[in-house]
């Protein structure tokens, strides 16, 4: 699971519309995204989550702690 407290990334690369129900920009970039992410073969099916805004701290410190500890792929 991928968590971010971005609705532009978890919107973009889940369904591809906007807020305002028009098609997202860019979407060259998400299907590289995408494509990008369906390479790492990691046995698992990837999902972006979305935090919530309260929560953005403890998710950066989350993710800044496996960032650090957590080896490559």
């Not at 991928?2 to 098609?23: F, P």
């Not at 995204?33 to 369906?38: H, P």
């Not at 073969?41 to 960032?67: H, I």
Request: hydrophobic letters at 45%.
């Amino acid at each position: 699971m991928i968590a971010t407290d971005s609705e532009y990334v978890v919107r973009g690369m889940s369904m591809w519309v906007t807020r305002q129900r028009r098609h997202a920009e860019n979407r060259d970039l998400w299907e590289a995204l995408i494509e990008d992410v369906e390479s790492w073969d990691l046995g698992v099916r990837v999902q972006f989550y979305l935090v919530e805004r309260r929560f953005k701290a403890k998710a950066d410190q989350c993710a800044k702690a496996g960032a650090a500890s957590a080896s490559p792929f």
